[in-house]
Each structure stands twice: as C-alpha cells, then as structure tokens.
C-alpha cells in the first residue's frame, strides 16, 4: 500500500525551462508535505514544504503547489540549472504527533544544457 | 551549516556478523529518525526517538534490529544476527518536530555478504 507516489521515475528538462515534478498520496491525513533532493552518495537534502493550510509556496526557482481534493502536489522549478540534475523526492507526514515521513519513490531529473 | 554525522559510511561484512551503525544528531534537535533505502522499497522508516525515548519501532524486524539512544549526542542501529537481505543504505535524520523539517545524514552503505 504506497501512500505516497510519484509516477515519473525520470524527467529530462532543457536548461532555463520549467522542470514540473509531481506526486500523489492516499491518506487524507496528511498535512504536512516536503520535497527532497537527493545526490548520489549524499543524504536527502530539505529543499520546500507546504502544510495543508496554503496552496502554495514559493522559495525563490521552487514552487510546490497542493491541491488537498485531488490528493496532488507538484514541485515546479524555474529556471531549471544543471545543478538541479538530482533524484527529487516528495514525502508527506501528519504535523501532529508522530512526524513520521511516507516517501515517494523518487524521480530522477535530468537537466540537459 | 548544522549537519547529522553517521558512522562508518560504508561497511562490508559477512552474515552472521553483528553490525553497529552510528548518528549523530544536529546538536539541539529533540526526534531521531532511522529509515533504510533499497531499490524495491525505496526510503522506509525503521524507528525513531523523541527526546531520546523510543516512540516506534514498528518498521523494524524486532528479532535482529535494535535501536537506542544513550544520550543526545549518539543514536545507534544494531543488527544482529546479519543477513544479505539487510542490504541497503540507512539513513539517520534528527529534527526539532513539528513543522520544521527532518535533516538527514550521509548514510551508511551496508553489504552482507
């Protein structure tokens, strides 16, 4: 029973375009979600969340955006930066409590210059 | 900047062997996490601690696994008996709880061979 998934194992992006990431979960529970990056050989690295009282935030090239009745959230990165080429993974966890985060699978996204 | 330090980074050894894994957490922060990547399950939660007090362990196989935090600075992971199937990168992450962001460690690389 995967929770939290993210469809798109792979994304290639041209460099200076928009790079669209996106997830879906199952446990309406949830109100607090993350996205991650992650290098190769490196932990996970925080990069943006969102609770389930906004719709959307920003910090400077990343947007995350949260559609609470479509159980969807989506990560935008603009402009995309060869520095950006990383596995991105989205989690989610109740604020509440246990703090205990549902990873995504990952996506890997490749910025090609 | 901050960050969670684990020991070793890689380790090799043969089933049966007992296998000690090493954290320590950003000074200051109050939860403790475990979780374990591999390519069939991605990132998983093992256990995690809150002010040092183990909170859940559910993720864990009880029968070899274990989990303890003898004090603020250190949070180990023990495996014993060792099997191939444990396997996989693990991850130590701490945080202050709450809506404040989970950071994580480098990992440990684990074989058994």
């Known amino acids: 029973d995967q929770q939290v998934k993210q469809n798109s194992p792979s994304l290639s992006v041209q460099e200076g375009r928009i790079s669209i990431l996106n997830c879906d979960y199952t446990?309406?529970?949830?109100?607090?979600f993350l996205w991650y990056k992650k290098y190769p050989a490196e932990g996970p690295t925080f990069l943006i969340s969102?609770?389930?009282?906004?719709d959307k935030n920003e910090d400077g090239r990343f947007t995350v955006f949260l559609n609470k009745s479509a159980k969807h959230l989506s990560l935008h990165i603009v402009p995309s930066q060869p520095g950006d080429s990383a596995v991105y993974f989205c989690a989610a966890s109740q604020i509440q409590g246990a703090q205990k985060l549902v990873f995504g699978q990952g996506t890997r996204l490749t910025i090609n210059p | 900047d901050a960050r969670v330090t684990q020991t070793p980074r890689h380790k090799v050894t043969e089933m049966g062997q007992e296998v000690t894994m090493r954290c320590q957490p950003i000074l200051g922060h109050n939860t403790v996490f475990w979780y374990r990547q591999t390519m069939m399950q991605g990132l998983e939660l093992l256990a995690y601690?809150?002010?040092?007090?183990?909170?859940?362990d559910s993720g864990m196989p009880k029968d070899r696994f274990s989990a303890e935090m003898p004090d603020a600075t250190l949070a180990t992971l023990k495996i014993q008996p060792s099997e191939p199937r444990d396997s996989a990168v693990y991850f130590c992450?701490?945080?202050?709880?709450?809506?404040?962001?989970?950071?994580f460690g480098d990992g440990t690389r684990l074989s058994i061979l």
């Open positions: 969102i609770s389930s009282i906004k």
């Open positions: 446990n309406s529970m949830f109100d607090y």
């Open positions: 992450a701490s945080g202050l709880g709450g809506n404040q962001p989970q950071h």
């Open positions: 601690f809150r002010n040092r007090a183990p909170l859940d």
